[in-house]
């Protein structure tokens, strides 16, 4: 067993012995204690032992079992491979063809899918023989598969160690707020909630692992607001992790004190860029925020705010297991908990993984993220604008729930919006531009903006099944929209 694993299991063993009776699992249904959690662990182990498979794929709903899986491959040293809820028929097919997974454990509603797929049902598992040699990395713990720009997912392959190292350090800076109840509100198949969850069992705190359906979650995407905060206002969790729009409705709420915040101690957000403004809309408003940055390849969270260093606008100072340190053209290189390898490649060897990100330090070491340095576009007056910032300015303000920038050799950037409510008004979107670009210099203002006829979703091919843009397809469809504005204008870069 590696170090971080026996750590981790002597972590549990403690909290049986000294919390036996504390609840360590809750969903929709049940309530586990500390004392069974570890036994009904133990159980899974042996009926995995008993089948001699080296992969099994989990495709369970957050909940008691999908955690109680997720853990028993863990310490049995199997590798665990997430498939996010999110992910189409052909992309979960396409993960199981690639991973060899030999075993799937899943929902129901995925019996005639797995069945087309080449498997058959016996003894719980779905089971699945493969006569191809691996490509799987040795001590692969866990394999996350990413979707990125393209429908293809990338299989990126981890070890043990270096998720429960990430998993110590984010129990470390949450620890000043005494967390001792975790909500899940993100997917277990996404690594960052996974972690998170690993953090909270870490600290014997409770973990509450609902349903989306309880909680109105609807997707990648979409969100039932009201069932969402009748759920928080039931179940008063400690502390959350949060995607920006998460945020947003949040604070939203509570800015209509529709939502009251008070019972939270530590609210981590993080996927994507989050505004200044938003941030100190949470402030104000008593969520008690702090944003983060991190990447599948690193075993996610690698910078983060807490109560000790704390600056709203960066991500954080990087954590002690990382090392981070800027290429010559501002990209991020991170050393430390770096993958083992993607999936079908050869092994990672290098000690600096390129982030693809776009940052600078401050003179105390706080990271500020500029953007992604393949989206990056030159204005006509060879200005550089990353979008995702302008875009974050859009959709963290109000009515604008999807916004995407260009601006590649034009002399004023086009924004496509597309709103939360059907029946906001031209004049309401309209004030949201002026807002952001109130804080924004004037090469990356936006200078016109469409709205759109229909949002952005991976149906239409304009978004990934994870809910990001496909930058290259958006542009493609809306080419005449987004440049079709005078080549030449009064304009001040």
């Not at 665990?80 to 809820?85: G, W």
């Not at 947003?248 to 939502?259: D, G, N, P, Y």
């Not at 200005?383 to 729930?401: K, S």
Request: glycine share 8%; net charge negative; proline share 7%.
């Amino acid at each position: 067993m590696s170090p971080e694993l026996e750590r981790f299991e002597q972590a549990l063993r403690h909290h049986v012995a000294k919390k036996s009776a504390v609840t360590a699992l809750w969903d929709d249904q049940r309530k586990l204690d500390y004392g069974t959690l570890y036994a009904e662990v133990k159980h899974r182990q042996e009926r995995l032992r008993s089948d001699r498979v080296r992969v099994v794929a989990l495709a369970l709903g957050n909940g008691i079992e999908a955690i109680l899986w997720d853990l028993a491959l863990l310490f049995e040293g199997m590798t665990c491979v997430a498939l996010p809820p999110f992910f189409n028929p052909a992309q979960r097919k396409h993960c199981l063809e690639q991973s060899q997974a030999e075993r799937v454990i899943a929902e129901p509603s995925m019996d005639d899918e797995l069945a087309a797929a080449g498997y058959r049902k016996s003894a719980g598992f779905w089971c699945r023989t493969f006569s191809n040699p691996s490509h799987m990395p040795e001590g692969t713990a866990k394999l996350t598969f990413t979707s990125g720009t393209t429908g293809t997912p990338k299989g990126v392959c981890l070890s043990a160690d270096s998720l429960l190292r990430v998993t110590r350090e984010l129990d470390v800076a949450s620890e000043p707020t005494d967390p001792r109840h975790h909500l899940a509100l993100l997917p277990l198949a996404i690594l960052l909630e996974n972690i998170g969850c690993y953090a909270a069992l870490y600290a014997g705190a409770t973990l509450s692992l609902p349903g989306e359906h309880s909680l109105g979650m609807r997707g990648a995407s979409g969100v039932d607001v009201p069932t969402l905060l009748r759920y928080l206002a039931c179940r008063q969790p400690h502390s959350l992790i949060l995607v920006p729009q998460l945020l947003w409705v949040l604070v939203s709420a509570a800015e209509k004190h529709s939502f009251d915040p008070r019972y939270l101690h530590f609210v981590a957000v993080g996927g994507a860029r989050v505004s200044q403004d938003l941030l100190h809309r949470a402030q104000r408003v008593g969520i008690p925020v702090f944003e983060g940055y991190g990447l599948s390849e690193c075993a996610s969270v690698v910078c983060l705010n807490h109560p000790h260093a704390h600056r709203p606008g960066s991500v954080g100072q990087p954590l002690p297991h990382v090392d981070i340190r800027l290429a010559d053209d501002g990209e991020v290189l991170i050393k430390g908990s770096t993958l083992l390898g993607y999936l079908g490649d050869p092994p990672n060897t290098a000690q600096w993984w390129p982030s693809g990100d776009l940052g600078e330090f401050d003179a105390d070491g706080f990271l500020y993220l500029k953007g992604r340095k393949k989206h990056q576009f030159v204005t006509s007056f060879g200005r550089n604008v990353n979008p995702e910032w302008v875009e974050a300015e859009l959709t963290q303000r109000g009515p604008v729930a999807q916004a995407f920038v260009y601006g590649e050799a034009m002399p004023g950037n086009h924004a496509l919006l597309w709103p939360h409510r059907p029946d906001s008004t031209d004049e309401q979107l309209a004030a949201v531009v002026a807002q952001a670009n109130e804080v924004l210099p004037g090469y990356a203002q936006v200078r016109h903006w469409t709205r759109l006829a229909e949002p952005f979703t991976p149906n239409n091919g304009m978004l990934t099944a994870n809910g990001r843009p496909r930058r290259d397809a958006i542009v493609e469809r809306y080419r005449a929209q987004l440049t079709g504005s005078a080549l030449f204008e009064d304009f001040v870069p």
